[in-house]
């Protein structure tokens, strides 16, 4: 089957079904279809070996009707404009349904991270930044890590910024490591995030979050702390999954989640040179279809798709990832009666301790890990509530629950603006 898999496609099937299930006409959202502001850049670097390689990179604004852009950078080999799009929309869907104020853009660089060398992958964020420079800033668009990129590379585009301006301007970015004015909670906020989302769907379900049977795809930031958290939680960890491919066990207890979390992520090696005693090794795909409790793919978009989403067994997904599921593969979920609790909702606690970041870097106070942590407890709960809620009174999906409560807040913003000129 040719691939004609569009993530952009994808995220404006959803939009036009929560705009028709809200009722709304379509002059109050058609600006939403389309990103304010998208650039590429080329960026040159001189590698190691004293040779010039130029790589492609991109800074999509979709919507700043509701405050500042915000959204990642994404480093992947396969990054094209259509992902980098529906990214930065889901951004704006995100930060609305966690009724933070900001807008939603995304960023991305065509390269494997892995590819390339200390020097070379600073050069290039650093280069990356000054080219994306005209339309970034703490009050204008602010980026944060995503797939391939994490707190140091962060420090390298704040340092960057700050050099032009003059002076330290840690707010230009966040997900920073803590001595350039980083968050306590901001590492982990994401994973504590999804596992919160996790335990209000089981209340909801009259079940406890500990004793769950957990498959995980994906062991970079957000899986592998997911998986971390949730056996930390109770829950067993039965199957993980990275690009590599999987790892299972019928083991009562689980996987040996530490151990995981330390190969994988500390130690930045891929699952297949991992060793547990009682584990088989299996593919990705056997992982999304793990006979489990829950299912949480914290990998890449398009995953769950029409090809395998009647093979999965788990009743509750909650999406780690940006866009793993596609609207065949919803629909094929709805019609089982699965719980799928949206992207938009469930890792949005990465880009809420964003935003405790940006907070801080303005007032110049910082908070404690507890604080953080009961601020993001806080807000998954009330914007949980409010989907759920939603998705009640229309008898939808939790996904279109999510999409109605973004939309309707994204249209007021823009109504009660007004249309300039
Ligand atoms: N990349 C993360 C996301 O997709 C975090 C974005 C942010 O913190 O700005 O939500």
Redesign the pocket.
């Known amino acids: 089957m040719a691939n004609t898999y569009n993530p952009y496609e994808n995220m404006l099937q959803v939009l036009e079904q929560a705009a028709g299930t809200l009722g709304l006409a379509k002059d109050d959202y058609e600006a939403l279809k389309y990103p304010e502001r998208e650039l590429k850049v080329s960026i040159p670097v001189r590698m190691d070996d004293g040779s010039i390689k130029v790589f492609e990179g991109y800074r999509v604004q979709h919507s700043s009707a509701r405050g500042p852009c915000?959204?990642?950078l994404r480093f992947h080999p396969k990054v094209d404009i259509d992902e980098v799009k529906a990214?930065a929309a889901?951004?704006s869907l995100?930060c609305a349904v966690a009724n933070i104020p900001y807008g939603g853009a995304k960023g991305a660089v065509k390269i494997d991270p892995r590819s390339v060398s200390k020097g070379e992958l600073e050069r290039i964020t650093r280069r990356f930044t000054v080219q994306i420079m005209p339309i970034i800033g703490p009050q204008v668009d602010?980026?944060?890590?995503?797939v391939g990129s994490n707190a140091e590379m962060m420090a390298w585009v704040m340092d960057t910024y700050s050099m032009f301006e003059g002076h330290a301007v840690p707010g230009v970015v966040?997900?920073k490591p803590l001595e350039v004015g980083g968050s306590e909670g901001r590492g982990a906020a994401?994973g504590r995030g999804i596992m919160l989302a996790a335990r209000q769907l089981m209340r909801r379900l009259g079940k406890e979050l500990a004793g769950q049977r957990v498959a995980v795809q994906g062991m970079g930031n957000v899986g592998a702390t997911t998986a971390l958290i949730l056996a930390e939680e109770g829950c067993k960890i039965m199957a993980v999954a990275d690009v590599s491919g999987g790892l299972k066990t019928d083991k009562p207890e689980g996987l040996n989640m530490p151990a995981i979390y330390k190969h994988c992520y500390e130690d930045r090696k891929f699952l297949d040179t991992y060793e547990e005693e009682g584990t088989v090794r299996c593919s990705g795909n056997d992982v999304l279809t793990a006979d489990v409790d829950l299912l949480v793919p914290a990998a890449l978009e398009n995953q769950l798709t029409a090809a395998n989403a009647a093979d999965v067994k788990a009743p509750c997904i909650v999406e780690g990832a940006?866009g793993p599921t596609t609207v065949e593969a919803d629909e094929i979920f709805a019609k089982m009666g699965k719980y799928v609790v949206p992207d938009i909702l469930a890792?949005?606690g990465?880009?809420v301790v964003?935003y405790f970041e940006w907070v801080q870097n303005n007032e110049g106070l910082y908070w404690t890990e507890e604080e953080v942590n009961a601020k993001l407890a806080e807000s998954m709960s009330r914007a949980f509530d409010e989907v759920w809620n939603m998705a009640e009174k229309h008898n939808s999906t939790l996904r279109l629950g999510a999409n109605m409560i973004a939309l309707s807040r994204l249209v007021a913003a823009r109504k009660i603006r007004g249309f300039f000129p």
């Open positions: 915000k959204g990642g990214l889901w951004m995100k602010i980026p944060a890590p995503d966040t997900g994401t940006n890792n949005s990465g880009v964003s």
